[in-house]
């Protein structure tokens, strides 16, 4: 199981840093990443970090914004988000796929947390 937390409401500019937490002892061999869904339109790939040698992968729109990160050792995956935007509003979910390795689109996650929102006024 996973559970997101660390959302809120920040004005433009501002930063958030999300947390992610896993249950059990498979969280090294998981691939994780963030997703985020505004209202009315689809979910969108964020941020990606690998199981095996941690790199990691950005959609173009928050590229030098965030960062995603993870610590093995507590089971933890992390967003940090500068720089924000109104544009970043949205619920922003993490997901967990095993042994995998790309590319990052929402179907090969069979694992997600709760989701949390993230609102960002101008």
């Known amino acids: 199981q996973l559970q997101a937390s660390g959302g809120g409401s920040v004005q433009a500019g501002g930063s958030l840093r999300l947390s992610c937490e896993a249950s059990g002892r498979a969280f090294p061999t998981q691939t994780m990443a963030w997703f985020r869904q505004a209202p009315g339109k689809d979910r969108d790939f964020v941020a990606g970090?690998?199981?095996?040698?941690?790199?990691?992968t950005y959609a173009d729109a928050v590229k030098g914004r965030f960062t995603i990160s993870r610590d093995n050792a507590k089971n933890m995956v992390y967003l940090q988000m500068n720089s924000l935007k109104p544009e970043d509003t949205a619920v922003y979910s993490c997901?967990?796929?095993?042994?995998?390795?790309?590319?990052?689109?929402?179907?090969?996650?069979?694992?997600w947390g709760q989701g949390t929102q993230v609102t960002v006024s101008s």
């Open positions: 970090i690998l199981w095996n040698d941690a790199t990691t």
């Open positions: 997901a967990a796929a095993r042994y995998y390795n790309g590319p990052y689109y929402p179907t090969p996650f069979v694992n």
